[in-house]
């Protein structure tokens, strides 16, 4: 009878734990759909010029339709909080260094590092300071923002997760999302010049113009400047060269994906079907779910009263602009200029001036600043900021820097961007450009008339130095900027003759106003040049569709040459009782497609092979740097160390030859083992290391990496994604094209576009992944948002 009652109660405990757990998982469902948007229906809101209507596509792409371009603004920041609201909370704490109250002590490191810029001070100062018309429509674009928030019947789902509560929005925080643009775009640049600054200590000036070429074998630029030569060879190598000697069979270089990232390209009306310009763009970014971009199409009255469109994408949190797009008399597209816009400036002390720097200047005492950063269930952290008249105190190594960066200029934010709505060509969009305060672009722009034109958008430093020089941490006496370079004096290249442009983030002169741009980062060139010879090999009468697929080109032309290499280190002796190398070269030349295909082993091969020549020659250099904390990869501190390999391996100098290798063939050969034992090293055989298997989507929702368990449904599939850096079609697991559009100015109901994730970021939303299925097999869909199937209105 016990026994019995036992039995009975033990299965209505488990019937109750069963019970319970159903209700759990009831309830959060019902709580997840609770925060879902609001889609159809009418809301009354007061401060409205008239109605405005949201009318949503089967994707969730909305046009917004108002009286005003102030009630359009209110509009888009509904939807943006209702879709968006956690991306864009992410976005301002980014800039402003408040993760750690969403995520805890972890997020400390990163904080301080951003804390160090105060930009949450200099959003107060740059609000302060815009005009009143576009403060008014940054405000108006915040009511909306605060009342989407608010109308959600639930908030967001990531707060439950976090344990945190969302704090409304604020105007400076849409001009510390263009911050975090900033961080995003440009914070690479200051490793690599403490990395540039570690080569120059450890190098010879002749062998430092060497390893750090000013140009490459592959710059395409838009203007018709002579080459540069490249600098002659030295006899020696610097001490520091070769590869540690305990060979790590990890291939650090082979992981690493290359973030120098954006394509942006323009055709003629000359060479266009319809007579028009087209403009296309895809920009690389780090890829996460929800997309960093949100698609909009904008109606309102122009000035005159005549109906005006804007499409394109916007970025949630933001003022409320079309980042790149088209308003149906121009289109534009931004890629990263990779302009010189950093100087790390050496502060000198004296211990008979205690507390005080010496700058180029002369002495200064720094101005301090205590910075509090809250901290989930923990002291608010408490972080002082040293700042100089050049910008806050860098601590690197043994060595005090002052930050010079263009982003803590004044005139840094601004929302000029809004005057692209009413330009009417080329010209105009030019002009506009050179004003504009975001992060430095390359900005591309074509006309219904048919013109196109490339200047910088953004900010450029008006500099006296000689380019190199500030491309370093800025040795004792060498000045860095004081001005910004007016307006009138942009670079700017407008019809050129074969009716093309193209910019990849590579170097864009060579000629006049090479030296108003500087070197933060070129890319190597070669993507730029696969890209200005696929659009160059469409010819005249090329239609949207034909320059939309010039951004999906895969075509391994620059790995080509390392697979050559390869082949030609693997003859008959190296061969010889080593049946890994035999395979290794079996699969460069059976598994080879001449593309980054997902099913090349061979692609993979020539790729690591090239990355482990990388590691071999540079190794010990990597090794000191990160002992010095400077983390800076490639660690050859120029994204061209791929032509100075390629030299030493066609003239095969004994004075360059890596320590520990009896010949030049010795470290080919090495380079191909330390690639086998890498792909082997789990017993996997080598031909099942496809680029496909290395080349793995990994795009998640933030929250995952808080909550791993929850990855699979806050991820997109894991895809195996053809392309890669040195090529048009840029893909890495977690990096790689955010947006794709191709569009005429005038004709836009023929554009083309694609994304990764969808409009919005809940996962129990039909918007989060749309479109990814298209973005991921390269499949356009329309530009333009289709037939409305959803109608949000809102009255005055």
């Known amino acids: 009878m016990r026994q019995r009652r036992w039995k009975t109660w033990a299965l209505r405990g488990v019937a109750g734990l069963a019970a319970f757990v159903l209700l759990a998982l009831a309830a959060s469902y019902l709580y997840l759909r609770a925060s ?75 904080d301080r590092s951003r804390r160090l810029h105060r930009f949450r001070a200099r959003a107060q100062l740059a609000l302060a300071g815009l005009p009143a018309a576009e403060r008014a429509l940054l405000e108006r674009y915040v009511s909306g923002v605060n ?31 263009v911050w975090a643009m900033y961080i995003d775009l440009q914070n690479n640049v200051e490793p690599r010049e403490l990395a540039r600054g570690w080569l120059r200590e ?34 020696t190598a610097p001490a520091w060269w070769g590869a540690d000697s305990a060979k ?46 949100y698609r909009v199409a904008l109606r309102f009255p122009d000035p005159e009263g005549g109906p005006r469109r804007i499409a394109g994408v916007t970025l949630p949190g933001a003022p409320p602009v079309v980042i790149v797009g088209s308003n149906g008399q121009v289109a534009w597209a931004f890629t990263n200029s990779y302009a010189d816009l950093v100087d790390l400036v050496v502060l000198g002390t004296d211990p008979a001036r205690p507390g005080q720097v010496r700058t180029p200047a002369g002495w200064e005492t720094p101005a301090s600043h205590v910075e509090l950063i809250a901290v989930k269930g923990a002291k608010p952290d408490r972080f002082v900021v040293r700042e100089t008249s050049l910008g806050p105190i860098r601590d690197a190594g043994a060595r005090q820097y002052a930050l010079h960066w263009i982003a803590h200029d ?22 506009v ?43 004792d006496g060498v000045p860095t900027w004081s001005a910004l370079l007016p307006p009138s004096r942009y670079p700017r290249v407008v019809n050129p003759a074969d009716g093309q442009i193209t910019t990849a983030n590579s170097r864009q002169l060579m000629g006049e106003g090479a030296a108003l741009i500087g070197d933060g980062g070129f890319d190597l060139g070669a993507r730029n040049r696969q890209l200005a010879g696929g659009l160059r090999a469409l010819g005249p009468r090329t239609d949207v569709r034909q320059a939309f697929d010039v951004a999906l ?35 460069l030349e059976t598994s080879w497609t001449g593309r980054a295909s997902v099913d090349s082993s061979g692609y993979r091969l020539a790729r690591g092979y090239m990355w482990a020549l990388h590691d071999l020659f540079y190794g010990s250099a990597g090794k000191a740097m990160a002992a010095l904390k400077v983390r800076a990869a490639p660690v050859a501190g120029t994204s061209r160390w791929p032509d100075v390999v390629a030299r030493l391996l066609d003239t095969r100098p004994a004075g360059w030859l890596p320590p520990g290798y009896a010949d030049w063939r010795a470290v080919e050969l090495a380079a191909v083992d330390r690639v086998i034992a890498d792909l082997t090293k789990d017993g996997q055989p080598l031909a099942k290391a496809t680029w496909g298997a290395r080349n793995t989507a990994d795009i998640a929702h933030p929250i995952s990496m808080a909550v791993p368990a929850l990855k699979t449904v806050l991820g997109a599939p894991a895809d195996q994604l053809p392309g890669d850096a040195n090529m048009p079609r840029v893909a890495g697991p977690k990096f790689g094209q955010s947006e794709r559009m191709t569009v005429s100015p005038g004709r836009e109901e023929e554009g083309l576009y694609n994304m990764p994730g969808g409009q919005s970021g809940h996962p129990l939303s039909p918007f989060f992944l749309s479109g990814h299925d298209a973005w991921a097999k390269g499949k356009p869909t329309p530009f333009l948002p289709g037939p409305a199937r959803y109608t949000l209105k809102f009255v005055p």
């Open 553 to 587: 080109d895969d075509r391994a032309l620059f790995t080509a040459r390392w697979r050559e290499r390869a082949l030609a280190a693997l003859d008959a002796p190296a061969l010889a009782g080593h049946p890994q190398r035999a395979e290794f070269r079996r699969l």
């Open 410 to 431: 004044p005139a840094a934010i601004n929302v000029n961007h809004l005057k692209l709505e009413t330009v009417a060509n080329v010209e105009e969009a030019l002009a």
């Open 248 to 293: 790590p069979v990890q291939l650090a270089g082979a992981d690493f994906v290359d973030s120098v990232g954006s394509n942006n390209y323009a055709l003629a009306g000359s060479r266009s079907a319809s007579g028009a310009a087209i403009v296309a763009d895809d920009m690389h970014l780090g890829l996460q779910l929800p997309n960093i971009w």
């Open 147 to 177: 009342d989407g928030l608010n109308a959600l019947r639930a908030k967001p789902f990531e707060y439950i997760l976090t344990g945190t509560a969302a704090r409304p929005w604020s105007a400076a925080d849409s001009l510390l999302v």
């Open 202 to 235: 450890h190098s010879t000036p002749e062998q430092l113009a060497f390893l750090l070429p000013e140009a490459s074998s592959w710059d395409a630029t838009l203007d018709a400047g002579a080459a540069l030569a490249p600098a002659p060879m030295p006899a």
């Open 433 to 475: 450009a050179a004003t504009d305060g975001i992060p430095a672009q390359n900005f591309v722009a074509g006309d219904s008339a048919g013109n196109i034109g490339w200047t910088i958008a953004g900010l450029l430093p008006q500099r006296t130095t000689a380019p190199l020089a500030t491309t370093f941490p800025l040795e």
């Open 36 to 110: 879902l948007p609001q889609l159809d229906g009418e809301r009354r809101v007061a401060g409205l010029d008239g109605a405005v209507t949201v009318e949503r596509d089967a994707g969730g792409v909305p046009q917004i339709s108002g009286a005003s371009r102030a009630d359009v603004a209110y509009a888009t920041g509904f939807v943006h909080a209702q879709e968006r609201f956690f991306q864009m909370d992410l976005l301002r704490r980014t800039a402003a260094g408040e993760l750690a109250e969403l995520f805890g002590p972890a997020a400390l490191p990163l």
